[in-house]
């Protein structure tokens, strides 16, 4: 879903997330379908059965051989409470962001990382996240927004209309980033070992990505900036 800035609660505050439309297409749209799956799902289980290329052969011809009104009503109820759940899922999945003219509030996966006003010296985007930088650099927050490239200027402008310094050329101190190799003998032991650990957690799917994030903001703390690109960790003091 592409990000969207109103005002649902007063004029100073502005929200970037899922729209009262996108909303409505989600818990609309999803057990609409999942509905209709569930009622057809016995006949095209029928269907399936006598057809030995189709996968799941034994939980299809296991509903096709219960031809009976109760089946459709099971399949429709399933359908239609997992419909609802794919629709939470989808939006706890996606970014929240609340800005008014007292700080940044990122909501996630019901976690929520608040960032006030005055430590904010520069936010910016970096592909698809929204970063926010205090004036020695350090990073204050970097979370992932999925929006499509031509909705970029109204998260600009949401962030200029209460007051924080919005860079268009993205990340200020990029220049200053080096590419990680292993046992940089630039880097200190302690931040070495993070980043290796780092690196082996690129290929473990969500494990891997709330690691990836933990360890960045270990790094933080240490006085160390990370960015990555394509499994490729880079670094900056």
């Known amino acids: 879903m592409g990000s969207t800035t109103g005002t649902p609660n007063s004029p100073n505050c502005t929200v970037i997330g899922h729209s009262a439309g996108d909303k409505a297409l989600l818990y609309g749209g999803l057990p609409l379908a999942g509905l209709v799956l569930g009622f057809f799902l016995p006949r095209i289980a029928h269907w399936a059965g006598r057809h030995e290329w189709v996968p799941f052969q034994g ?37 929240r962001v609340t800005i008014d003219n007292r700080s940044v509030e990122f909501l996630k996966h019901q976690k929520t990382v608040t960032v006030p006003r ?28 999925d929006h499509f490239k031509s909705e970029t200027p109204k998260i600009a402008a949401a962030f200029r209309a209460h007051g924080y310094p919005w860079s268009e050329a993205g ?22 070992a993070i980043l290796k650990i780092r690196s082996k957690a690129f290929d473990d799917g969500d494990k891997g990505k709330a690691d990836l994030r933990e360890l960045r903001d270990e790094l933080t703390n240490l006085g160390y900036t990370v960015k990555d690109r394509d499994k490729k960790q880079y670094w900056r003091v």
């Open 59 to 95: 939980p299809l011809r296991l509903i096709a051989a219960w031809d009976s009104w109760w089946v459709v009503v099971i399949c429709v109820v399933v359908g239609l409470v997992g419909g609802v759940v794919l629709a939470g899922m989808a939006l706890d999945d996606t970014l």
């Open 118 to 145: 005055e430590k904010v010296s520069v936010a910016f985007l970096e592909g698809k996240e929204i970063v926010l930088q205090d004036a020695s650099s350090r990073e204050l927050a970097r979370e992932k927004h």
């Open 171 to 192: 990340d200020p101190h990029e220049a200053e980033f080096r590419r990680w190799i292993e046992d940089d003998p630039d880097l200190p032991p302690a931040v070495n």
